[in-house]
């Protein structure tokens, strides 16, 4: 049976598996509406050259989710970390209703089949960041104009585990899943990187454990992807998205 959405935060240490979004999520949008909510957490803008905006998060067929970036103009700068950046694209993000705190002892598995874009320009991602200050931060995938997807792990902004690997193909799905769980000492994190369903690489997170995160799919534009973006719409398509306990 299904765990639906939870409020606030979730937190488990259950002696088997349950499942806390199930592949359906997708299967229309009241099924996306009931376990993820439109845009960032925090708002519409971030660190790149896009605006989100929930007209751009859609079910483009029964069981896929698909967010599209779309080139604008006259649209007013956002701000971060006290810069301002020009806005040049409206597109799409979502982020789940519920946190997901590592436990010690437990953990979590995310899971999904993605169809991403590796041009220049375009910066899709399936991440986890910290609900509360910053970081946690597990970038589960992430895509940067570069024709490779990376695996990021970060302790501090200057203090951090990554792994770049050739992305093959990205026009077509590929399976992406990621497990993280207490290393052992009730402390850290001890997150595994999975492409197509090979191990990539292991990192570890230093006091991740206890510590609320949100889980985020968006399409960010420009910014660490290079510019200039591209012209026409860009698309970044997700299906079969999971998550379970260990």
Known sequence: MHLLSLPVAFTIGLSSAATLIPKTVFDSTSSLTQYFSYNYPWG??????????ASHAVI???????LTAQKVSGQPAATHGGKQIPINYLSGAVYAKQHFTIPSGGGFVFSGSFQATTTKGTWPAFWLTAVHGWPPEIDMAEWK???KISFNTFNTSSVLQWKDVDYADPGSFHNIKCQVRDRGNGEDALVKYFLNDVEVTTHYGKDYIGKPLYLIINLQMEGSSGTPGPSSNTAYSIRNLEVTTI
């Open 145 to 147: 104009g570069s024709g």
């Open 44 to 53: 519409t803008d971030h660190n790149g050259g896009a605006r989100m905006a």
């Open 60 to 66: 483009s067929t029964a069981g896929t989710l698909t």
